[in-house]
């Protein structure tokens, strides 16, 4: 079982594991990336590739599905202008066991941040808003997953 | 060619895409980047600095140096910053 999702819409930890719960396996794992109060930011907006980030996460999410013989593998992101304290993207892994299930999530993040075409505006109090650039340390973590 | 242009590069370059006819001594990538800096100074400005741009061919993930042909849309980006 797959879903790859990006929407504009508000998005939900909750309803992304309910399609993981019974698909047979002993467990589930998952991120939730929220959009952060760092100082003076009131709000993200989230700009992606239409057609090519979605092919970025199924592409991400079927090696997950074969590296770690997931059961199932949800990735949701959202888009467009995002508040302050709410999601901005949900990955959740479903396997037989913990181990298979939280190393998959975690690679799914970690290679999501490097590999899929989506683009971080903050959006600052006094009506200014700022790229976000991209962080050394994020290729550093998704470079460990290549093996 | 279809160019398509995102995040900081859109914002100063003025528009998220747009269809030019290349010139017959165009073959790259890096070759497009320098005749569009030619072509207009706000080109110049949204590539201004070649270590911070990305490159997709079709939606494919390419390098500075691949080469044009058979392909019908070209994206130009900053690296990626989602999740």
Redesign the interface.
Known sequence: MKQVTITAEPISTARALEPLEHLGGGAIASFTGIARADSGVVALELEHYPGMTEKNLNALADEAMARWSLLGCVVIHRVGKIAVGEQVVVIATAAGHRAEALDACAFLIDRLKTDAAFWKKEHLSDGSALWVEAKGTDDTRAEKWRD | MRF?Y???VREAVGVDSEERDLPAEVHTVQGCIAWLESCDPRYAVAFAEPARLRF?LD?QMVAADAALAGHDEL?I???????
């Open positions: 398509v995102f995040a900081r997709a939606q994206a980006f900053p690296p990626v910053t989602g999740g």
